[in-house]
C-alpha cells in the first residue's frame, strides 16, 4: 500500500488517486532565463524517480511541468544580454531539454508555457475579480490573501506573522498601492518593457504565481493528485496556487502536496548559491561527468531529504552503476552456454526481493531502503553466476527484475557497440596466440586492446570483452 508524505498534513497518508489506474500531477518547472543548476536538476529527477515508480506500480501519468517564460529575472537577462525575452526563453528552454535528456529525465506529458497562456491566465484573474478575491490599481492586479480563510495552511504559519514579514520585504511604493501587505500580484502592468500583453488593466504581463494555477487546471483539472516542487516554493508560490485556484473554482486544489529537499555542496554541506561561489550547472557539469552518475546520486536519497554533492559521492554512484553494468553484462554473457530450463528457487529469491523493494518504495519512495534490495539481487544475480552450470530461463528472469527496478532510477544502461574489424582481428590473433602457447603475444594484445578502451576476461565459459 502506497503511502506519500503530505506536506498540508503534515503526515503521511495512503496514496488513492482520483482515478484507480491515473495520476494526475503537476511540477513546476524552471524560469528559463539561464542553465539549470544541480538544485533544479535535484527536484526534476526527484519527481522523474516518482513518476516512474507510480508507472512501475501501474499508474498511467499525466504528467504536466511548465515553463516560466516570463518573468523579472527574465527581462533583467534578456537586457543583458541584450536579446528579446523569447529568443532568451527559446535558447534556455532547447538547453533545459538537452540537459534533462541527458539526465535520462522523461519527456513531460506536456510542457506548457506562461506566454502561450495570457488569454486564460487573464479570464482567471477576472473570475477572481468577480468573487471578490482580487482588486486592480493603477494597472496592476492583487490577491486579497486574507480573504481566503486557509492562506498560509500550507506553509504552516500564522496570517499575522506572514503580514509582518511581507511589510519588512516589500517595496514601500508596493505596499502603498495594496489594500494589505500580504497582498499578492496577479498582473504587472508594463514598466517600460518590451514584453506586455493586452488586458482589461492596461498592458502588462502575469505575476509568478498565477500561471501554475492557470496551467494546472487547464490541462489536469481542478483537481489533480499530486503537485510537486521543492521545499522553497512551499511559500509563498505554492501556497498563492492554492488560493488562486480554490478561490476561483470552489473545489480542493491538490490532494498530495510533494516537496523535495536542498541540495549542499561539499563534505562540509555548504548551502548552493552564487554568492559563495559553488553554484554548478548540469549543463557545465555533464561535459565533465558521466550524466547518468550524476542520475544515480540524485536519485539515491529520498526526495524529502536534503542531498549532498560532492566529487566523492559522485565517485561512489559511477562505481555503484559499473558494479550493476558489470552484473548485467554477465547475465547476458552467460546466455551462451547456459542449459535450458529455470532454477525455480533463484526464482523465488528473486521474486522475494522485488516485493521488499516494493515495500520500501511504498513507504514515501524510500530509495534508500529500496536500493539496498535491488543491491541484494544483484548479489544473488553474482553468486548464480558463480555456478558452473546455469540456465537460461533464470538469466531472463534476473535480468529483467534487474532492468525494471533501475529504470525507476532512470539507469538505462546502452548495449555495448560493436567491435570495429581491425579490434576483431587482434582477438582472434589472441586467441590463437593462446592456443599456440604464445602467452607474450597474446598479452601484448591484452595491453594493446585495454589502450583502446577494451577488457578482455577469461572466464571457464571462454572469453569475453566489455569496455572500461
Not at 499525466?62 to 537586457?79: C, E, G, L, R
Request: proline share 3%.
Amino acid at each position: 500500500m502506497l503511502t506519500v508524505y503530505n506536506t498540508l498534513t503534515r503526515q503521511k497518508e495512503v496514496f488513492k488517486p482520483i482515478q484507480a489506474d491515473r495520476v494526475k500531477m503537476y511540477v513546476c518547472g524552471p524560469t528559463v532565463y539561464n542553465y539549470i543548476h544541480i538544485g533544479n536538476a535535484r527536484s526534476a529527477i526527484a519527481f522523474d524517480t516518482i513518476r516512474r515508480y507510480l508507472e512501475y506500480r501501474g499508474y498511467q501519468v499525466d504528467y504536466v511541468s511548465n515553463f516560466t517564460d516570463v518573468d523579472d529575472k527574465m527581462i533583467k537577462a534578456a537586457n543583458v544580454e541584450q536579446i528579446t525575452v523569447p529568443e532568451l526563453a527559446e535558447r534556455y528552454i532547447t538547453a533545459f531539454k538537452e540537459d534533462t535528456q541527458a539526465l535520462n529525465i522523461e519527456t513531460a506529458t506536456l510542457n506548457p508555457r506562461a506566454t502561450e497562456n495570457i488569454p486564460e491566465i487573464i479570464a482567471f484573474i477576472q473570475d477572481l475579480i468577480a468573487k471578490d478575491y482580487a482588486y486592480a490599481v493603477d494597472g496592476d492586479v492583487y490577491y486579497r490573501a486574507r480573504k481566503f480563510k486557509d492562506y498560509g495552511h500550507l506553509a504552516g504559519q500564522d496570517i499575522d506573522q506572514l503580514e509582518q514579514g511581507a511589510s519588512e520585504h516589500t517595496a514601500t511604493e508596493e505596499t502603498l498601492r495594496k489594500e494589505d501587505p500580504i497582498d499578492f500580484a496577479l498582473w504587472k502592468s508594463e514598466k517600460g518593457t518590451d514584453i506586455a500583453w493586452d488586458s482589461p488593466w492596461g498592458k502588462g504581463r502575469p505575476g509568478w504565481h498565477i500561471e501554475c494555477s492557470v496551467m494546472s487546471t487547464k490541462y489536469l483539472g481542478d483537481t489533480i493528485d499530486i503537485h510537486g516542487g521543492g521545499q522553497d516554493l512551499e511559500f509563498p508560490h505554492h501556497e498563492n496556487e492554492i488560493a488562486q485556484s480554490e478561490a476561483k473554482t470552489g473545489k480542493h486544489f491538490v490532494n498530495y502536496w510533494l516537496h523535495n529537499g536542498f541540495v549542499t555542496v561539499g563534505d562540509d554541506d555548504q548551502k548552493m548559491s552564487k554568492s559563495l561561489g559553488n553554484f554548478v550547472t548540469v549543463h557545465d557539469l555533464i561535459q565533465e561527468v558521466n550524466p547518468q552518475a550524476l542520475r544515480f546520486l540524485m536519485s539515491s536519497t529520498q526526495y524529502r531529504r536534503p542531498i549532498r554533492y560532492s566529487e566523492s559521492l559522485l565517485a561512489e554512484a559511477q562505481t555503484n552503476l559499473d558494479r550493476l553494468k558489470t552484473t548485467l553484462d554477465n547475465l547476458a554473457f552467460r546466455q551462451a552456454t547456459a542449459e535450458a530450463g529455470a532454477d525455480a528457487d533463484i526464482a523465488a529469491q528473486a521474486a522475494s526481493l522485488e516485493d521488499a523493494f516494493v515495500t520500501a518504495m511504498d513507504d514515501d519512495f524510500n530509495v534508500q531502503n529500496g536500493l539496498t534490495e535491488l543491491y541484494e539481487l544483484a548479489k544473488l544475480s553474482n553468486q548464480y553466476l558463480e555456478r558452473a552450470t546455469v540456465q537460461a530461463g533464470t538469466l531472463v528472469d534476473l535480468t529483467a527484475r534487474l532492468t525494471r527496478l533501475l529504470a525507476i532510477f532512470g539507469v538505462e544502461f546502452k548495449a555495448a557497440q560493436l567491435l570495429d574489424a581491425e579490434v576483431e582481428s587482434l582477438i582472434e590473433e589472441r586467441k590463437a596466440a593462446r592456443a599456440a602457447k604464445d602467452f607474450a603475444r597474446s598479452d601484448a594484445i591484452r595491453d594493446q586492446l585495454k589502450e583502446q578502451g577494451i577488457i578482455l576476461e577469461d572466464t571457464p565459459q571462454g572469453m569475453r570483452w566489455r569496455r572500461a
